[in-house]
């Protein structure tokens, strides 16, 4: 036993360093949230996700659900997800200094964005005794990765758009004896972004300059849910993440003209928002089961992306999201002791708008389909196999871009749409150690 947890040592080192290896674009739920913290829901797109709690990926999405475990489980997941997006310039025009604030067109232009990524998560949970369940994950709950080229009609506003996380969150459970459990839990939450993008010389002629902005730290939160099992096909569950402050602090590198490169410190503050679920669950039989979810996300909290530069310079971005509202259903079917399948839906309201939608994120709203399917290997080893198309609304983008460090700059106006389509592939082994 003492050899197994050490390997579990390793395992989480690992995967806090995977989960941090970038995530696609588009990103995968509203804003940019992922739900895919484990490949045994992906097949019901999710849904009743803080009900089903059918392995220990239950301790992130509902630390509740750890009461219907056994002794001791571990699951491990990873999601392929490729993407083909593009970004169709219907009108762009550049407004230089040396021309007295005249626009100038700039015509149209089409650039296609192709992405492969996998996004890995770890989960632990280990019975103390009847009442009390511990529970230990490892995630990846936000993310964007989206890149233009340096010569792209977008230049101005973005070349380079990361954002990367990495959840580190113990759990714990309690059940009582009449049907309900509760379940609590910290959440550490590491982030990093990049900002890059291109800065326009005085005149159309003269060579473009360029920014890079790298900026990441901590920031702490929590989470609780509750389970109530009104009998053994029926259950019920809420869960709530709270939200996550992260005061960001990093280098950034810019150079404008032919002057030499300049190197300077910047802040930013990202707030994550908080996300609350309402989900259930009901097996009509031994075989079938049904199962739905209702998520809110309060995004409203990301109104503006503001990067505050040591020379006293800002660069303010307006986002002006607002909350949103994620609906799944679901079905499953036992078929006999080694094959379960399943199928489900969801729709992923976008939390952003058409009068502030930026190319950095250029998110719209998404209808999930899905099916997957477990084989048990044996009784204690389970494999589940999931699969996903997500169908995107074609967004509308008119973007300006902002002044950067010296007023002397350029600025950019953008008018086009977004269109992207995604495919996700999901692989995950469940333990249970005995």
């Not at 890995?120 to 990846?140: G, M, Q, T």
């Not at 094959?339 to 999930?368: C, E, L, M």
Request: glycine share 8%; aromatic share 10%; charged share 20%.
């Amino acid at each position: 036993m003492a050899t197994k947890h050490h390997c579990y040592k390793k395992l989480v080192g690992v995967l806090a360093a995977s989960a941090l290896a970038g995530v696609c674009q588009p990103v995968w739920s509203a804003g940019f949230q992922l739900q895919e913290q484990n490949a045994s829901d992906l097949g019901t797109a999710y849904a009743g996700s803080a009900s089903r709690a059918e392995d220990a990926s239950t301790g992130y999405y509902n630390p509740a659900g750890l009461s219907r475990l056994g002794d001791e489980q571990i699951a491990l997941s990873g999601l392929w997800i490729t993407s083909n997006g593009s970004l169709t310039a219907i009108k762009a025009q550049e407004t230089y200094p040396s021309l007295l604030g005249t626009p100038i067109s700039v015509g149209g232009g089409r650039t296609s964005v192709h992405e492969n990524t996998v996004v890995p998560a770890l989960h632990y949970a280990k019975r103390i005794d009847e009442s009390w369940v511990f529970a230990f994950n490892v995630a990846s709950p936000f993310g964007l990765k989206n890149k233009f080229q340096d010569n792209s009609v977008a230049r101005y506003m973005a070349t380079r758009s990361e954002l990367r996380t990495a959840n580190i969150g113990p759990s714990l459970s309690y059940s009582f004896n009449n049907g309900l459990s509760l379940g609590a839990g910290a959440d550490a939450l590491y982030a990093i972004a990049k900002l890059d993008s291109r800065i326009g010389g005085i005149t159309p002629s003269f060579p473009d300059g360029f920014v890079e902005n790298t900026a990441s730290n901590w920031g702490i939160g929590y989470h609780v849910g509750a389970m109530y099992e009104f009998t053994d096909c029926t259950r019920f569950g809420v869960n709530y993440r709270s939200k996550v402050k992260v005061k960001m602090k990093g280098d950034s590198v810019s150079q404008f003209l032919t002057a030499r490169e300049q190197r300077q410190g910047v802040k930013s503050t990202i707030t994550f928002p908080d996300i609350a679920v309402v989900s259930a669950y009901h097996a009509f039989n031994e075989q079938f089961a049904l199962m739905a979810d209702v998520q809110w996300a309060h995004w409203s909290r990301f109104d503006h992306l503001t990067l505050r530069f040591d020379d006293g310079s800002q660069l303010i971005t307006q986002e002006k999201f607002k909350n949103s509202v994620r609906v799944a259903a679901g079905a499953s079917y036992q078929q006999n002791d080694q094959w379960k399948f399943s199928i489900g839906t969801a729709f992923d309201k976008t939390p952003t708008r058409d009068a502030t939608r930026t190319v950095r994120i250029p998110d719209q709203n998404r209808t999930w389909g899905a099916v997957g399917a477990q084989y048990r290997i044996t009784k204690e080893l389970a494999l589940d196999l999931g699969y996903s198309h997500l169908f995107f609304k074609k967004a509308y983008i008119n973007e300006s871009a902002p002044r950067a460090i010296n007023a002397t700059q350029p600025i950019q106006n953008l008018e086009g749409t977004s269109k992207a389509r995604a495919d996700l592939i999901g692989v995950q082994l469940t333990w249970d150690l005995v």
